[in-house]
């Protein structure tokens, strides 16, 4: 079974900064697509970036030119740093992993919680 740890969460002014990170438990390279997602409270969860395996990075509108994902192959790490938060930022955040096709399958981290103080 995949695992992903997050960290980098915590406590931040508005404006500040924070760098999240997902670590997996094998190679990242195995999967087609991974991402940070979030769930505000009351909310659905929504996705805030994507990086895939090859190709372009997507993001949220909300995030665009303010959050960058990156993902270093070799410590099978995907990064989201969040740059000018904002209060309505505040969310736990979800790495996934992701698995598309017929046989594909989604992987969870247990979430990070990220709160912006306006």
């Known amino acids: 079974q995949v695992q992903l740890v997050e960290s980098g969460g915590g406590l931040v002014q508005a404006g500040g900064s924070l760098r999240l990170s997902c670590t997996a438990s094998?190679?990242?390279?195995?999967?087609?697509?991974m991402g940070w997602y979030r769930q505000a409270p009351g909310k659905q969860r929504e996705v805030v970036a994507v990086?895939?395996?090859?190709?372009?990075?997507n993001y949220e509108d909300s995030v665009k030119g303010r959050f960058t994902v990156s993902k270093d192959n070799a410590k099978n790490t995907v990064y989201l740093q969040m740059n000018s938060l904002k209060a309505e930022d505040t969310a736990v955040y979800y790495c996934?992993?992701?698995?598309?096709?017929?046989?594909?399958?989604?992987?969870w981290g247990q979430g990070t919680q990220v709160t912006v103080s306006s």
């Open positions: 990086i895939p395996r090859y190709g372009s990075t």
């Open positions: 094998e190679s990242i390279f195995r999967f087609n697509n």
């Open positions: 996934n992993a992701r698995i598309t096709g017929i046989l594909g399958d989604d992987y």
